[in-house]
Each structure stands twice: as C-alpha cells, then as structure tokens.
C-alpha cells in the first residue's frame, strides 16, 4: 500500500519538560504521531491527545483511519502499512512538515497470533515480527533523528505483559513484545542525553475487536480473563490510551526505560 501524504501547518517549539502541565491543554502545541491510529486503543489515544491539545497524525494500514479527521477535526490522518520503511520515513517527515516537528510518538501498531510452538510457520514468525518489532523500529528510529532536531521528545510504545511473563501458544507475538520492550530500553539509554525518554505500557487483555480478527470465540475468551486478575475485569481501551499519554505527557517527565504495567494487577500473582 503506498502511504498518503496528509496537509501542513505550523507549530511552536518544544516546552520545558520542568514544569509540567495537566487538563486540557496538557499537549498544547505538541506534535504526536499515531500508529495503529483507526481502532481500540489507537483510536482511544487519538481522541486523548486531540482533547488535550496536541496537533496529531493519524496513521494506520485501514482505509477507515480518514474517518479520525472528521471526528477530531484538526486531526490528520494518513494510510500506510508500518511494515514498510518508506511509511515510516514520510509519516515523520509529514509530521515535521505540517506541524513544525515532531514531540511524541506512540507507537501503537500491532499484530497477533495464538498457535502452539510446532504449528507456527516462517510466515507466521515473520508476519508478526515485522509489525510489532520491524515496523516499531522504523518509527522510533524516525522519530528520534526529528526529536534529536527538536531538541527532545517522548517515544511510547504498546507493549504487552506477555513481555514478561510467557503465553502459551504466544511465540511470535510474546518474542515480538519483548523485541519491543529491548528496544524501549535502548532507545532510553541513547535518548537521555538527548531529551529523549522512551517507555512502554505492557497492556493486559483489552476489550477491543482486535481479537476478532484470529479467534472466533473472541468474547468469551476476553470474558475469561476477567477472573484471572485482581481487578476481576479486562481493561477498556481509554484506560491504556490514559497511561500511554501519561507517559508521553511532561507529567512523566523523570520517566524512561520504564516498562508500566496496564494488566489490572495479572503480573503480580
């Protein structure tokens, strides 16, 4: 899929992370950019940061993220497949373009596979890598070199708690967490001296249709997970979209290298 190029405006520079800001205009004047951008949790952090100021674009695989541009208008959205080097690359150079440079970046794209060890092809394997570790390398790597310009900037990302805590029947995609969770790491080390935090939110079970797309029996087996952690529930996508923006908001801002869990207490059984 060829990526789309959305319009430009302008933005102010980069406010001092030392004096923390919160409400509506927690994000006023920032540039963020979202991947993953037109469902669930996506979505979700989309609408937080445009209620709380921030100049966003929008980018996911589906055709239907243009429908974020009329539903927070101001919102600009482009079409893109993460897996591709070239999305990446002009997602963040639009966002440059357009609003002035780039502050945040959630990287929220993410893919999903529930097979047993000795079921799982190449083509499995790679086709999750390639999302969820490959694709949110490109974006972190983008986004830092703008952030790096900028003179700071925050890099969030969607992780898991199967990052640290094994999935049966989870290989490829617990594998690919925990790439992801290495990764934030890194990206902490070498961004500090820059201004540049990085963190993760390792998200539990999420009532979302994203596991509509590889299990038919997608409510009951959301509906499981409800007693196995001490919230007894599965989280809503609002409540991981808050801690993703509280880790890219000034709030936050001694914060990086950070792995938050969002699981409703499931890693500390």
């Not at 999750?128 to 900028?150: D, I, L, P, Q």
């Not at 029947?169 to 969770?181: F, I, T």
């Not at 996508?237 to 801002?253: D, G, H, K, Q, W």
Request: hydrophobic share 45%.
């Amino acid at each position: 899929m060829t990526p789309t190029t959305p319009s430009a405006t302008t933005a102010t520079p980069h406010t001092d992370p030392a004096r923390p800001s919160t409400g509506a205009a927690e994000f006023a004047e920032k540039t963020a950019l979202v991947t993953g951008a037109a469902r669930g949790v996506g979505r979700a952090t989309v609408a937080l940061l445009h209620a709380r100021g921030a100049r966003v674009l929008a980018v996911d695989v589906r055709p239907g993220v243009g429908a974020l541009a009329e539903d927070f208008p101001g919102v600009r959205t482009m079409t893109g497949d993460v897996t591709r080097e070239e999305t990446a690359t002009l997602a963040v150079r639009s966002a440059v373009e357009a609003f002035g440079g780039l502050d945040v970046l959630v990287n929220n794209a993410g893919r999903t596979l529930n097979k047993p060890v000795t079921e799982t092809t190449a083509e499995d394997w790679d086709a999750v890598m390639a999302v969820n570790a490959r694709g949110s390398f490109f974006f972190a790597r983008e986004a830092f070199r703008a952030m790096k310009a900028r003179g700071g900037g925050a890099i969030v990302s969607t992780g898991s708690y199967a990052c640290t805590v094994a999935l049966p029947e989870g290989v490829a995609y617990s594998a690919s967490k925990g790439a992801l969770a290495q990764l934030t790491k890194v990206l902490a080390v070498e961004g500090g001296p820059l201004g540049i935090r990085a963190n993760l939110v390792a998200a539990g079970v999420i009532e979302t249709d994203f596991l509509d797309t590889f299990r038919s029996d997608s409510r009951a087996y959301l509906a499981s997970f409800a007693d196995a952690q001490p919230l007894g529930r599965v989280a809503q996508p609002e409540e991981i979209a808050e801690a993703l923006c509280f880790l890219a908001s000034p709030r936050s801002s001694f914060v990086t290298g950070a792995l938050l869990p969002a699981d409703g207490g499931f890693t500390a059984l």
